[in-house]
């Protein structure tokens, strides 16, 4: 409909419909006479310009703007088929042995080095041929691109080549480029889908390339997964003694414990000792040494680091110190008073809700071994909910489905909430399309994936649905096949893909099946024959599916163990790379020297691992090759008070801020 605006004078209305250059009247009323018709021809001279959708816009300038973006697109249209032609090049660029044709003036054009090669009187200049040579940061697959984008104006990133054309763009000052893939980037920090390698990456590109906004997010990502990143190959291999200090130094350096930063350090010092060892001393005492157990301190500061006397003389110092059990005083406390402050961040077990009357929030102090309310965290809308799933991601806490509690009545509902650290509260997303309790909730790749459960009839369901954590919506995913259904499902990401196990309808044992999301279909893996529900678990980059049966007690107790754990290896086998997984179960330890509890204990190699809530927890218990192990875990039985219906998870935060004594 044709756009057009009203001029009122005495009894005539004149309704003006400006198209392209002309100008149409039609009037209303009584026709004007010559005095009209002259006003009405000042006001169309003193307002050239017309209404467009509620703006007004000269339409001499909207034809320029329209035929100036027409031939844009054409031009680019043209260019873009010449390219892909091969005609008129002038010059060809060979990159990792690959030879690509293109056109000195767009090259210039999109690129200051190569402005400089061919305008700054270089060699290059009068050179048909030119080999690009960096053996770190060129890619022939991102100099591709980033020529298509030249040419196209189509930057084709993902998460398979966004480095390779981040770090080719940075080496010919492509600034365009480098803008869009650090907002890439980001986006795919929000939508968590980088692991920590890649963390270690954009860290180290950012340094390098003086992206100071990009370092930030990746250096405060880094330390907010600081466990978990310092036991990946790439830190251990990559991270440089500087940059590993600066970590060290930071106050929101995220981890449950101190023993936790002292391990990364002594594993970064052990990969390369002959060329690392020298570093000690300095890295050393920037750990919070007043804060790690004698024993802890006895275990990791072996007979290598303390060949260094910096080393071996603070080691003599904390023990005297902790054996004098003088720990906000004395001399060390005066001379090093950084060893002994906490950091900032805490990354503890949080849980929430569930059948208690202790409060909504409460986390894990593993110094005084209980649980601890934290009155300032916000409570959910509503009175209760329990048998729900917590899930984190990217530094927000999601709570999916579960059992609600309004106005005194409790049913199985959609929910889905995200809570914001920074904002402290919680917001209502989109809800699930089926209603769930018992769900198994897992994130891979920006995706939030809620997979069985009990819905509202108390039916163990088959459906299984994801939310989009970019377009913020759910959408249905295959469900389980129905010979694989079972009830109280766990869940885990491995090797990009979410592995399920659940327990048979007749409780006679687990079924273990994937999903692979790309093809969105499923695939049958191992079961194993079991009384009790198992958990799936990923520790130490290997799967482990952990079940119970019951055994005849090694440490000397007349009745059987209900709950002895069984330790069951997942195995990747590349069959013709179709990929099969089969459940081996580990042999190398008796399990039944592990003692019965309600924390489901297992073990795997030398170290103790407990299972509370369907989260996996770490004993910090070793035990050696064929000892009968009679380590007493009543300090660990805390763990499972006031947590039935509730939903744990582990989650970095700021203690202090949420304690009682902090409330205004």
Known sequence: MPSFFYVQHCSSTVTVYPIFNHVFFCYSGTIPNIKQISLLRQFLKMNVDRILDGK?????????????????????????????????????VTVDDKRFGAHKIILAALSDVFRA????????????????????????????????????????????????????????????????????????????????????????????????????????????????????????????AHNLGLFLMREDLAVSGEVQVLKAVVSWLHHKPSSRLHHAAALVKKVRLGLISAQDLDDLMDSKILSIPQCKSVFDQLIKH??????????????????????????????????????????????????????????????????????????????????????????????????????????????????RRHVAVVHLNGYIYA?????????????????????????????????????????????????????????????????????????????????????????????????????TSKLGRKEPWDYCPIVNEIITRDESQGFSYVIDQLHTHNQSHVPESELRPFRIGKRVYLMVNGKCLDSRIDVKDGQVYDVNLNSWSKLIKQTEGASITLFTFDAHRFKKSDMS
């Not at 043209?78 to 010059?91: F, K, Q």
């Not at 806490?397 to 059992?403: H, K, M, R, T």
């Open 56 to 92: 007004m816009v000269s339409t001499t300038q909207e034809l320029r703007e329209s035929a100036k973006k027409k031939q844009m697109f054409a031009l680019a249209t043209e260019l873009d088929i010449l390219h892909r032609e091969g005609a008129l090049c002038d010059v060809f």
């Open 117 to 240: 090669m061919f305008m700054g009187g270089l060699k290059e200049a009068s050179q048909s041929e030119i080999t690009l040579q960096d053996d770190v940061d060129l890619s022939a697959e991102g100099f591709e691109i980033l020529l298509e984008f030249a040419y196209s104006a189509n930057l084709n990133l993902s998460m398979d080549n966004v480095f390779e054309v981040l770090a080719c763009a940075c080496h010919l000052s492509i600034k365009v480029a480098i803008d869009s893939c650090i907002i890439f980037i980001n986006q795919a920090f929000q939508n968590g889908e980088l692991s920590f390698d890649d963390y270690l990456k954009i860290a180290s590109m950012a340094g390098n390339y003086a992206l100071d906004d990009l370092k930030k997010v990746a250096d405060h990502h880094i330390a907010s997964n600081f466990g978990e990143v310092s036991q990946t190959e790439d830190f251990l291999e990559h991270m440089t």
């Open 322 to 435: 902790i054996a004098l059990n003088s720990p906000v005083c004395g001399q060390l406390v005066n001379k090093h008073p950084e060893f002994f402050t906490a950091r900032v961040s805490t990354k503890s077990l949080l849980a929430l809700g569930g059948q208690t009357t202790t409060g909504f929030a409460r986390f894990f102090n593993q110094d005084k071994q209980e649980w601890l309310q934290m009155p300032r965290f916000p409570g959910l809308p509503f009175d209760g909910v329990s048998y729900h799933r917590l899930i984190s991601v990217i530094g927000k806490l999601f709570l999916v489905g579960g059992v609600f509690t309004e106005y005194r009545k409790s049913c199985t509902q959609k929910y889905f909430y995200v809570y914001d650290l920074v904002a402290n509260k919680w917001t209502r997303l989109p809800p699930m399309k089926v209603a």
């Open 451 to 551: 997979i069985g459960g009990q819905d509202d009839k108390d039916a163990w369901v088959q459906s299984a649905e994801r939310y989009d954590l970019r377009r913020g919506e759910w959408e249905t995913v295959a469900p389980i096949p129905v010979d694989m259904s079972g009830i109280h499902p766990s869940a885990v990401a491995y090797h990009e893909r979410i592995f399920v196990t659940s327990q048979n309808e007749d409780q006679s044992g687990q079924h273990l099946y994937s999903l692979d999301p790309i093809t969105n279909t499923w695939k049958s893996c191992d079961s194993v024959t079991t009384g009790k529900p198992g958990q799936l678990v990923y520790l130490d980059s290997s799967l482990y599916l952990v079940t119970y049966k019951t055994e």
